[in-house]
């Protein structure tokens, strides 16, 4: 198999472009958090936020869609939820479960640093948690996860072989780690177990709805 090195830095160029997309669209919320007593302020930024966030919606599943369609070697797609898959979803919830209760047993301890990821989510929820809520539970596990497992398998390992898979899995969960904390070993650690159970569930299922579920799943736990 040739590998069409060209293709692939166009591939990152444009995952590192859809990257900085997300993160211009995150500066309403922390502008809302700056003022959380000025309404009016809080208002217009949420429109904002409404505006560009609606923008990337249709931007990423337009453009993972067509892939999709154009170039799709490993199959992904929307998958009817058989028993196997069930079955599957069942095991990686529960194993999700146990990791939830692992964080929480690390944090109880002392033992795992504080991200300065975790440090602006909290400083959100305290400022606007309505709007953090619907952000975190909604629409970043969408955004999130068509950017970190649609787009980085179709990109960088649209293959039906499983060691390609593997590799695939192996870095979105290790990017995704990167990109959520590098402060500390352990934090990147655990984000990027976090990763590598999303990736498992898009490469077994073929399905991103089955990740973006669960990713909803994680943070709504997280909120409460």
Do not use: C
Not at 29 to 56: C, D, G, K, R, W
Not at 103 to 116: C, D, V
Request: net charge positive; hydrophobic share 55%; proline share 3%.
């Amino acid at each position: 198999m040739t590998i069409n090195w060209k293709q692939i830095f166009f591939n990152f160029l444009k995952f590192i472009g859809m990257f900085f997309i997300y993160q211009i669209g995150t500066i309403p919320l922390q502008m809302a958090s700056e003022l959380p007593n000025n309404h009016f302020f809080v208002l217009v930024a949420f429109v904002m936020y409404l505006i560009t966030t609606a923008f990337m919606l249709v931007l990423f599943i337009q453009m993972y869609t067509t892939q999709l369609k154009t170039k799709n070697r490993g199959q992904f797609g929307r998958t009817k939820p058989t028993k196997k898959i069930v079955g599957f979803m069942i095991i990686i919830v529960v194993v999700w479960v146990l990791f939830i209760a692992f964080q929480i047993w690390l944090n109880r301890a002392n033992a795992l640093p504080q991200s300065e990821n975790q440090q602006t989510v909290i400083a959100f929820a305290q400022a606007v948690p309505w709007w953090m809520a619907l952000d975190a539970i909604v629409f970043a596990p969408i955004i999130e996860e068509i950017l970190f497992r649609g787009f980085f398998f179709n990109w960088f390992f649209n293959s039906s072989d499983k060691k390609i898979q593997f590799i695939g899995v192996f870095l979105s969960g290790a990017v995704f780690g990167a990109v959520h904390d590098i402060s500390s070993i352990l934090g990147w650690l655990i984000y990027a177990m976090m990763g590598w159970l999303l990736a498992i569930t898009y490469a077994y299922t073929k399905d991103i709805r089955y990740n973006i579920g669960l990713h909803m799943f994680n943070n709504l736990i997280s909120m409460i």
